[in-house]
């Protein structure tokens, strides 16, 4: 099985590419700037970004599936979670401060997962073959820890008595931080050892997808992976740079960049997710969809406080009533659209209007 898993093209070509494209912006004159040359050199960043994004996510997969569960799921957790840290710190800690980016971001990842990509997984799937089955015990699980990681990190914020909302005091963070890695530590044993079942369908272990890759294929993988996150982080400043120019032009508010970097952390997966949905493994989709926002919210805000705990900035956590209202809607007709263990159309239709509302009102507050 392992001679069928190759390296493609796209895997070496992107992360070498990030690498030139970082040391060319030592040459005087190559970067962002509002001027022809300017604008060309952020849609090379762009597309330069987006791809070794895709190659790095790629390349944790083959490590995952060749060294087995549960390690394989904490290394391409850890990857997408270090792309996600190292974009979120390159704008928040930037020129201009931006204290809410964390908070932004991570909410942007749980309603873009759980409306968007959940809607249009259950709608695509629905068209396809009008109802689809996964597993109701571990959508539990899923939704269990995620209304609990949500609820504290977002919302309980703008409700404390010893620093006036939407802040922790310094033990206060320390606390939550300890408690949402904690409870993420819990859920992906469970997930990948003690109850391994509840996530899985017979067709979640069929096809030419869980090829192991051989040895020097692994080696392969390893190195590229390294490199990819390394060329990320380095161009992670030059990106939050784009970011700032394209929120000023549209005139964007501070949400924007939250989303934008949600979404480039969510791509591969989404696209991943997507695909599972279109062969009527919904099932997948969920494990990647709901695991994306679970990590996120486990990992990225521990990591994210100690940065601002270290460096005495100051984070911005609790949401504002509109938002809340959003997470509350959202976390409540999750529940009922996985209450039964089948989905139809309706319910991604219904998933997709809340994530346009969403979408709306980032756009005009």
Not at 19 to 44: E, K, N, Q, W
Not at 64 to 84: C, D, F, K
Not at 289 to 308: E, K, M, N, Q, Y
Not at 332 to 340: D, G, K, N, P, Y
Request: with cysteine; aromatic share 8%; charged share 10%.
């Amino acid at each position: 099985m392992s001679a069928h898993v190759h390296v493609p093209r796209s895997a070496w070509v992107f992360p070498l590419l990030a690498v030139l494209l970082f040391a060319a912006t030592s040459i005087p004159g190559i970067g962002f700037s509002h001027s022809a040359g300017g604008y060309i050199f952020a849609v090379v960043l762009l597309v330069v970004l987006f791809g070794t994004v895709f190659a790095a996510v790629h390349h944790a997969e083959v490590i995952a599936h060749r060294i087995g569960e549960p390690y394989g799921t904490l290394v391409l957790t850890l990857s997408v979670t270090i792309i996600e840290v190292a974009m979120i710190a390159s704008i928040m800690l930037g020129e201009k401060a931006v204290p809410t980016l964390a908070r932004d971001t991570v909410f942007a990842v749980v309603m873009i997962v759980c409306n968007g990509l959940i809607g249009w997984a259950i709608l695509a799937g629905g068209v396809r073959f009008r109802e689809q089955e996964f597993q109701i015990t571990g959508v539990k699980v899923y939704l269990c820890v995620l209304i609990v990681i949500s609820t504290i990190t977002l919302v309980l914020p703008n409700y404390t008595l010893t620093t006036p909302g939407p802040f922790f005091a310094s033990s206060q963070l320390i606390f939550i931080g300890i408690t949402t890695l904690l409870l993420y530590c819990v859920f992906v044993y469970t997930q990948t050892v003690l109850h391994r079942d509840y996530f899985i369908v017979e067709s979640d272990d069929e096809g030419a997808d869980h090829a192991v890759a051989s040895s020097g294929v692994m080696i392969i993988s390893t190195l590229l992976l390294l490199v990819s996150l390394v060329a990320v982080v380095l161009l992670a400043k030059k990106f939050s740079l784009v970011v700032d120019a394209g929120a000023a032009a549209i005139g964007a508010p501070p949400a924007f960049a939250g989303v934008v970097v949600a979404l480039l952390i969510l791509m591969p997966e989404s696209v991943a997710a997507l695909a599972a949905a279109r062969k009527n493994d919904l099932q997948k989709s969920i494990n990647l969809a709901l695991g994306s926002s679970l990590a996120t919210i486990g990992l990225t805000v521990p990591v994210v406080a100690v940065a601002a705990f270290v460096l005495k900035e100051k984070l911005v956590l609790g949401l504002d009533p509109r938002d809340m209202v959003l997470l509350a809607m959202t976390l409540l007709v999750s529940m009922m659209t996985f209450a039964t263990g089948r989905t139809n159309v309706l319910f991604g239709l219904v998933h997709l209007v809340i994530f346009a509302v969403y979408i709306f009102f980032v756009l005009v507050p």
